[in-house]
């Protein structure tokens, strides 16, 4: 998820729009059957809301590679950017080009920096790509809409494939990391096509990202989000990131973050 603002002007996103239900219409889901959580599925997983923005971090993550950074091969997944209005070509270049306001995600200085474009992955073959996600070390999945990079991981046979692939490190920023989760919540949903607020439910938590970022992401905030998400869920700033390995979640945080539910 990514708010409000002329990101493509290369400015960090000012807060999305809050909405009320009635806004939301058929976006609001109140009891929704959630997706079954798969916390045994093999990917290593670095959930963050900022990238790797602090030495902790950047420990979790080459102990999550098992090697240097310098040594690992990258693709760039810009999917969900497509999905979120404040987005665009300008930052789909930034992301994959590791411009400077990237440096704590595809600019952390990887062997190589590919990228894989979901929404195109349908109509090539998996002859072509399944080969090139196998030899990459580490997928970056960039923020934007994550019930748009969810619909396109399904659609493309991506989110099958990782069940396959116990050595690839999957590190998301925002919905990159919220992809992941059973659900968003409502307020995170900006793709209009979107059904509801589902996502994969890898994970059996939900998360909100940017604590603190933004004027309506403050603690109240997520408190009254995590009131309706039906999961445990965290709230987490910049400095914060979750570990998923092997079943085990482990918070890693310079920052501040919040738990909610057991």
């Not at 219409?25 to 923005?53: W, Y």
């Not at 440096?103 to 920096?113: E, K, P």
């Not at 307020?187 to 603190?212: C, K, M, Q």
Request: aromatic share 10%.
């Amino acid at each position: 998820m990514l708010g409000e603002g002329s990101f493509d002007a290369g400015v960090w996103p000012t807060p999305w729009q809050n909405y009320d239900d009635s806004q939301l219409g058929l976006l609001v889901v109140r009891h929704i059957r959630l997706p079954h959580a798969n916390l045994e599925a093999p990917v290593k997983l670095l959930l963050t809301s900022g990238g790797v923005t602090n030495p902790s971090i950047h420990s979790a993550l080459v102990e999550l590679l098992g090697k240097p950074i310098s040594e690992c091969h990258a693709l760039c997944v810009p999917t969900a950017q497509w999905g979120h209005p404040m987005c665009g070509p300008t930052s789909v270049r930034g992301f994959v080009a590791a411009e400077p306001v990237w440096q704590h995600f595809s600019g952390l200085g990887w062997a190589s920096l590919g990228v894989l474009e979901l929404t195109a992955l349908p109509t090539i073959g998996t002859e072509r790509w399944v080969p090139w996600v196998r030899e990459a070390d580490v997928l970056l999945v960039d923020g934007g809409d994550a019930t748009y990079l969810c619909h396109w991981m399904r659609e493309s046979g991506l989110a099958d494939l990782l069940l396959s692939l116990p050595d690839l490190v999957w590190v998301g920023v925002s919905a990159g990391s919220m992809v992941m989760t059973p659900r968003i919540g409502a307020y995170f949903v900006e793709w209009p096509a979107a059904p509801d607020d589902r996502t994969l439910g890898v994970v059996d938590f939900s998360i909100f990202p940017h604590l603190n970022a933004f004027p309506t992401n403050t603690p109240a905030d997520a408190e009254r989000w995590a009131a309706d998400i039906g999961v445990p869920a965290y709230a987490i700033d910049e400095q914060t990131a979750i570990k998923v390995i092997d079943g085990s979640v482990e918070v890693v945080s310079e920052g501040q973050w919040t738990k909610f539910g057991s």
